[in-house]
């Protein structure tokens, strides 16, 4: 196979960089691949087409170095590594406080797609990813962190969904990111492929009316293969879980708003119970 030619800098093939910090690596990894392909394997030619691939503001500080015109490709890119502080694989790149800015941050914004989701998900691993390499971050922790991100809404909504789906999961602890994933994946769709007046119907005006912690409520799902109205036909089926915090109450009635069970919700404004919850 021929030798490629080098390409001329500014075209779609040639390595580019600008001053950031963290492309400089890929930057020279990129140049080399380059040289070895058009078969230039001394170090002078990598070092002649590293200056020409950048910038003129770039090229300007690398000329003032003795290395520039050597023939020692190392030992040019550590020199010019020593300008560009961040450029390795900085020990402190990332620090827990940039994934709770992040988690933070993210749990203020309601979340309405599975494109933010996604977005989310990347920002999450990259810094998550690092801190847990380094050891300072949990596989528990990172659990509880990813699950925090979301809006406080939409995290009800999840949760509800979460735990009619694994009953015996213990509360103490933390769910798969998996797991959350999939689970918040399938409450998006149905709001992504919902109507303006739909997704606006699903969200909570106000606040759930107050519920006395020495209440309890049922997490109640109906599961159904067809029906009109209020009707519910034979194969109808009813999954009663019990929960005794008031916040997991909260939860069931968020889901069963956003759900639209708007006559399986009129449980919770009856003043008796049914037979049996006091």
Known sequence: MAPQCMPLRGSSRAPEFDGDATELVRFFEDVKILCEDAELYSDAERIKWATRYASHSEVELWSTLALRSGTDWPAFMAEVKRFYPGAEDDDHKYMRLDLDRLVVAQASIPMSLR??????????????????????????????????????????????????????????????????????????????????????????????????????????????????????????????TWVTNERDCRSTQHFLRSQQLLHVYRCFELSEYPSGIK
Not at 155 to 160: E, W, Y
Request: proline content about 7%; charged content about 20%; overall charge positive.
């Open 115 to 240: 494109r933010e989701l996604g977005e989310y998900i990347r920002k999450f691993t990259v810094i998550a990813s690092f801190l847990e390499k380094k050891g300072r971050l949990s596989k528990g922790e990172r659990e509880d962190k990813f699950l925090a991100g979301f809006h406080p809404v939409f995290k009800g909504q999840l949760m509800t969904r979460l735990t009619l789906a694994y009953l015996e999961h213990h509360p103490d602890d933390p769910w798969p990111t998996d797991r959350v994933v999939q689970h918040a994946s399938f409450l998006l769709a149905g709001v992504s492929m919902a109507t303006p007046e739909v997704v606006l119907s699903l969200t909570p005006l106000s606040a759930p009316p107050p519920i006395r912690q020495s209440q309890k409520c049922h997490h109640m799902s109906l599961v159904s293969h067809g029906f009109r109205g209020e009707n519910y036909d034979s194969t109808s089926a009813v999954v009663t």
